[in-house]
């Protein structure tokens, strides 16, 4: 199944609510939320009072994305502020395969996201293991940033892989994604797209519409 999971990280944090319910009037069942430490990159976002202030009122899937060093410390935590799907960086992990089974104990979805330039084999021995592979389209930290053309290639290799061995992982991309390169994610391979500028700048009922038409 084919997602648009708008970026948190782009609303107007005035007006949060206000912009979640367009969201959810607009049928996104999905929303995608960037926590950042100032240590695995270097802004900071946002924590667990926003989550769970949130959480009371909205339905919506909470993919909760950690770019945090060490994210096991935080993984029970996030759990209990709400968060649907938990995703860690490999490279923010020391023991991957642990912190996967920490999260799947918890009964929360599993995902392990890539930096642009981290390759496709850290997944080799974990691949059965998750529910979704986030492949960041650009280096994590900001957003507005462009995507980087020669992930096309990443995602198609990395769909062969998750064929070739039987699985249906989800694939996620994050970072630089709009209405116009949506078409050639969704061919290379990916299912849920992450937007946060492109969602949140503007119109965001008429910015959903026109991701909506391509789905
Ligand atoms: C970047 C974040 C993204 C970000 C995407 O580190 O992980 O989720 O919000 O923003 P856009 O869609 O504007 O590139
Ligand atoms: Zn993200």
């Known amino acids: 199944m084919n997602y648009l999971a708008p ?6 944090f005035s007006r949060l609510g206000e912009n979640l319910s367009v969201l959810e009037k607009n049928d996104i069942t999905m929303l995608h939320v960037d926590v950042m430490d100032g240590m695995f990159v270097p802004s900071i976002s946002l ?16 993919d909760v994305h950690l770019m945090i060093k060490e ?3 935080y993984v029970e935590r996030f759990s209990e502020s709400g968060a649907d799907i938990i ?4 490279e923010a992990c020391l023991h991957l395969h642990r912190t996967i089974e920490q999260i799947k104990q918890l009964g929360k979805k599993c995902g392990v996201a890539l930096n642009p330039a981290t390759p496709l084999s850290v997944l080799d021995y974990v691949l059965e293991d998750v529910d979704m592979v986030l492949l960041m389209t650009v280096n994590p930290g900001f957003g ?3 995507f980087i053309p020669t992930m096309y290639e990443k995602i198609k290799t990395l769909r062969n892989r998750i064929a070739e061995r039987g699985l249906d992982t ?15 994610a969704l061919e290379a391979g990916a299912n849920i797209l992450v937007a946060g500028s492109a969602v949140f700048w503007g119109n965001i009922e008429e910015n959903i519409k026109e991701f909506q038409k391509l789905l």
Request: hydrophobic share 35%; net charge neutral.
């Open 71 to 73: 994210p096991e410390r």
């Open 7 to 12: 970026s948190i990280l782009s609303a107007d």
């Open 47 to 62: 924590g667990f009072p926003i989550i769970e202030s949130i959480r009371k009122n909205s339905s919506m899937i909470f």
């Open 87 to 90: 995703t860690v960086h490999a």
């Open 170 to 184: 989800d694939i996620e991309v994050d970072g630089g994604i709009k209405a116009s390169n949506t078409k050639k």
């Open 144 to 146: 507005g940033q462009a």
